[in-house]
C-alpha cells in the first residue's frame, strides 16, 4: 500500500507539469493551430522561472516569468503560423530549437559569477513544497491527492473549468467553430486570427507554467534539456485526451504513473523483467496506437473522436 | 490605411535566392543581439565561429563531417514535402539504419568480409525504409495523420536502440554501446577526416534531381503535392505514391544513420539521436527542396555546429549558441516564405 501511495504521489507531481502543457495545447489545437514548439516553450518555461526565483526568491515573480515567457515563445508561433501563413509544423519545429538552444545556452550564460556563469548545480531558497490537508491526506492512497503542491491544487479547479469553458460557454464555442471550419466561424461574425492568436498564446502560456513546474516544484534545480522531452508528450497527450481537456488528467496520470514505476520499480530495487526501456517507449506506443485505431475506426463511422478539421491549415479571409 | 497580403499572379523565381539569404543574415542579427545580451561582443563571437568552421583544411573537413547526414536527411525528407507528407520521422528512420547496419555487421559473420559493409548499408537502408513505410501505408490508406505517428515512432525508434545497445548487444567489457566493428567494415578516409560516404551523398543528389525533375515519377509526386485532385483526374495512383515515396524517404534516412555508424561511431552507441533528422527539415526547407541547393544549406547549418563547437574553445560560451542560430535560421525564413505566393499591398480605404 505504502509503495502505491508513493507512486502515485510522484505520478501526481510529474503528471502536474504536464497536464498544464496539455491542456494549453488542447486550446491551441482546438482553435485550429497545431504547436510543436511545447517542448521549446517549456524548457524556456523552466529556466525563466528557476532564473527568476534564483535571483528574486519571489516564487510568484518566477512563475509570472515563466507564463510571460511561454506567452512571448508562442506568439512568435503564433504569428508565423496566423499572419503569415506558414507552415505549422516546420514553425512548431524552429520553436522547439530554437527554445531548448537557447534555454540551455541562457543556463550556462545567467548563473552567478562564482559558479562560472552556470545556473547548473544552484539551489533555490525557496520552492513550491506540498501542503498537506488535514484528515484528507490520511486517507489511504487516495491521500496522496491532498499532500500535494499549491501547483497541483489549482489544477483541481482548472481542470473542469476548462471542460466547462470549452463545451458549456460561448468563449469556448467560438474556439471550436475557427478550429472545426473557419470560414462559417467568419460567417457567424468571429475573427479567426484574433481567436486563433489569443488561444495560441494562452496555449503556450500554460506550456511555461508546465515547465517551470519542473523546475520550482519537481526537481527545483536547473538542467540542460531539463524537460526530456515530456513537450513532445504533451503531443501524444492531447491525442490521447481525444482534444477533451476534461479527459486530458487521465492521459497524464497513466503517462506520469508509466514513468514513476519505472523510477519507482529501480528503486525498489525490483528485478526487471520487462526492460526500462520498452517502459519508456510505451507512452508513444500507445499514442501511436490510439492515434492510428481511433481514424481508422473514424473513417468508417462518424465518432466523436476527430481532429479539428482545421488544424494546421491556414486561413486567410482575403483569399478566394 | 491598412496593409494586407495580395496574393502574386506568379512565384518571382528570385525570392527563392533572397528569401533564405535575408533569413540567414536577420537570423545572425538576432544571434548577436542573444550574443551581447550575455555579454560577450558578437563580432568576436561570429569571427571565431567562422574560423573554426572554415579557418583551415582540418576545421572544413569538420564542417563536411557533419554536413553528410544532415544533407541526407534533407534530401529524405524533401521527397516526403513534396507530397506534402509531414515525415518528421526521418529522426527514428535514420536510428533504424544504424540499427540495421549494426545488426549485420555485428550478427552476420557467415557472409564474405568484403560483403558486410555493403549488406550491413543496405539492410540499414530497408530497416529505415520499412519504419517510415508504416506512416505512409497508414496515411495513405486511413489518412491516419502523419506528423503524429512519424513523431511518436521516433521516440519507439530511439528506446529500441536504447535497449540495444545498453543491454542486448552491449559489448562485455569497454565503454557503453555494441562492440566496435571490425576495420574492414568501417567507412574510409579519402580527404582528412573526410569520409567516402562524401561520394554516396554527392550521388545521391544528382539521382534525386534527375529522378524529381526529369522523370513522369518526379512530375506525380510534384502534382499530387499541388493539387492531388488533378493528379487523380490524371491517372495517378496517390496512395501508391505515397507508400513509395516513403519507402524512398525512410531509406534515405536509414542511409544516413548506417553511413554514419559505419563512418564514425564505428559502433552503435549513445547520441545515436544527434537531432540530424530533425535539422534535416530545415535543410530541406531552406533549399525550397532543391537537392543542389541541399548542399550549399547542408554546410552553412553544419558550420553553425562546428563553429559553436570552437566557440566554446576560444570564448567560454556554450556551444548551445550552434542550436539557437539553426533555430534562429528558420524564424525568418518562415515568415518570408509567405512572399513567394504573396507580396504587401498598401490598400487606402474610403471614407
Redesign the interface.
Known amino acids: 500500500m505504502d509503495f502505491i501511495t508513493k507512486l502515485l504521489a510522484v505520478t501526481i507531481a510529474m503528471g502536474t507539469s504536464l497536464t498544464y502543457a496539455t491542456l494549453g495545447e488542447i486550446y491551441t489545437q482546438k482553435s485550429g493551430v497545431l504547436n510543436l514548439g511545447m517542448e521549446g516553450i517549456m524548457l524556456m518555461g523552466a529556466l525563466s522561472g528557476f532564473a527568476t526565483a534564483f535571483y528574486t526568491a519571489n516564487l510568484a515573480v518566477a512563475l509570472l516569468v515563466a507564463i510571460l515567457t511561454g506567452g512571448l515563445f508562442s506568439l512568435i508561433h503564433a504569428f508565423l503560423s496566423v499572419t503569415m501563413r506558414a507552415n505549422q509544423v516546420v514553425s512548431g519545429l524552429s520553436i522547439t530549437l530554437f527554445g531548448t538552444g537557447l534555454a540551455n545556452f541562457l543556463g550556462q550564460r545567467l548563473g552567478p559569477e562564482s559558479n562560472n556563469f552556470n545556473l547548473v548545480g544552484m539551489n533555490l531558497s525557496s520552492k513550491f513544497d506540498n501542503i498537506a490537508i488535514p484528515g484528507l491526506e490520511s486517507i489511504p492512497v487516495l491521500g496522496a491527492f491532498f499532500d500535494v503542491s499549491i501547483l497541483t491544487y489549482a489544477l483541481y479547479l482548472i481542470i473542469p473549468f476548462s471542460w466547462f469553458f470549452m463545451y458549456k460557454t460561448r468563449f469556448g464555442l467560438a474556439i471550436r467553430a475557427v478550429g472545426e471550419s473557419p470560414k462559417t466561424a467568419t460567417a457567424m461574425g468571429l475573427n479567426v486570427s484574433a481567436i486563433r492568436y489569443l488561444y495560441t498564446v494562452i496555449g503556450g502560456m500554460m506550456a511555461g507554467l508546465g515547465g517551470a513546474c519542473l523546475s520550482l516544484s519537481f526537481t527545483p534545480s536547473w538542467n540542460d534539456g531539463m524537460t526530456g522531452g515530456k513537450g513532445w508528450i504533451v503531443i501524444a497527450l492531447v491525442i490521447f485526451a481525444g482534444w477533451n481537456p476534461g479527459k486530458a488528467v487521465i492521459g497524464t496520470l497513466v503517462f506520469g504513473g508509466i514513468t514513476s514505476l519505472q523510477f519507482s520499480l529501480q528503486a525498489a530495487g525490483v528485478k526487471m523483467v520487462i526492460p526500462t526501456q520498452f517502459l519508456a517507449i510505451a507512452p508513444y506506443l500507445i499514442t501511436f496506437f490510439t492515434l492510428s485505431v481511433m481514424t481508422i475506426a473514424n473513417n468508417n463511422r462518424k465518432g466523436a473522436f476527430a481532429a479539428p478539421s482545421a488544424l494546421a491549415v491556414p486561413f486567410a479571409i482575403d483569399d478566394k | 490605411m491598412r496593409l494586407?497580403?495580395?496574393?502574386r499572379e506568379r512565384r518571382l523565381k528570385r525570392m527563392s535566392l533572397l528569401i533564405p539569404l535575408f533569413s540567414f543574415i536577420l537570423s545572425l542579427l538576432i544571434g548577436a543581439i542573444?550574443l551581447a545580451a550575455?555579454?560577450a561582443d558578437p563580432i568576436q563571437a561570429y569571427a571565431a565561429m567562422a574560423k573554426g568552421a572554415f579557418g583551415n583544411a582540418r576545421r572544413f573537413q569538420y564542417t563536411v563531417v557533419e554536413a553528410l547526414p544532415l544533407l541526407i536527411c534533407g534530401l529524405s525528407v524533401g521527397i516526403a514535402f513534396r507530397l506534402r507528407f509531414?515525415n518528421?520521422g526521418a529522426e527514428g528512420q535514420f536510428v533504424w539504419g544504424a540499427i540495421g547496419v549494426t545488426w549485420v555487421i555485428q550478427f552476420w559473420t557467415f557472409l564474405p568480409d568484403p560483403l558486410l559493409l555493403p549488406a550491413g548499408i543496405l539492410v540499414g537502408m530497408i530497416a529505415g525504409a520499412l519504419w517510415a513505410g508504416i506512416p505512409g501505408v497508414?496515411k495513405a490508406y486511413?489518412?491516419?495523420?502523419e506528423?503524429?505517428?512519424t513523431?511518436?515512432?521516433n521516440?519507439?525508434a530511439?528506446?529500441?536502440a536504447?535497449?540495444l545497445y545498453?543491454?542486448a548487444w552491449k559489448a562485455p567489457k569497454g565503454i557503453l554501446g555494441t562492440p566496435e566493428f571490425p576495420e574492414f567494415t568501417q567507412l574510409s578516409q579519402v580527404w582528412g577526416k573526410v569520409h567516402s560516404g562524401v561520394f554516396i551523398a554527392l550521388a545521391l543528389v544528382v539521382i534525386l534531381w534527375f529522378l524529381l525533375y526529369k522523370t513522369t515519377w518526379g512530375f506525380e509526386l510534384n502534382m499530387i503535392g499541388k493539387n492531388p485532385v488533378a493528379a487523380r483526374y490524371q491517372g495517378v495512383s496517390i496512395e501508391k505514391s505515397i507508400v513509395i515515396a516513403l519507402l524512398i524517404s525512410g531509406a534515405i534516412a536509414g542511409l544516413a544513420g548506417s553511413l554514419n555508424t559505419v563512418a564514425i561511431t564505428h559502433r552503435l552507441t549513445r547520441g545515436v539521436n544527434a537531432g540530424y533528422g530533425?535539422?534535416g527539415?530545415?535543410i530541406a526547407?531552406m533549399s525550397n527542396l532543391n537537392p543542389f541547393a541541399s548542399i550549399i544549406v547542408a554546410i552553412v547549418m553544419a558550420s553553425l555546429t562546428t563553429g559553436a563547437d570552437a566557440l566554446q574553445i576560444a570564448m567560454k560560451?556554450?556551444e548551445?549558441?550552434?542550436?539557437?542560430?539553426?533555430?534562429?535560421v528558420?524564424?525568418p525564413l518562415?515568415?518570408g516564405?509567405?512572399f513567394h505566393d504573396?507580396h504587401l499591398k498598401l490598400i487606402r480605404e474610403e471614407e
Open positions: 494586407v497580403l495580395e496574393k542573444v550575455s555579454k509531414w518528421i497508414l486511413w489518412a491516419v495523420d506528423t503524429l505517428t513523431l511518436m515512432l521516440y519507439v530511439i528506446g529500441v536504447e535497449y545498453i543491454k530533425f535539422t527539415i530545415i526547407w560560451l556554450p548551445s549558441m550552434g542550436a539557437v542560430l539553426q533555430g534562429l528558420l524564424i518562415l515568415a516564405s509567405v504573396y
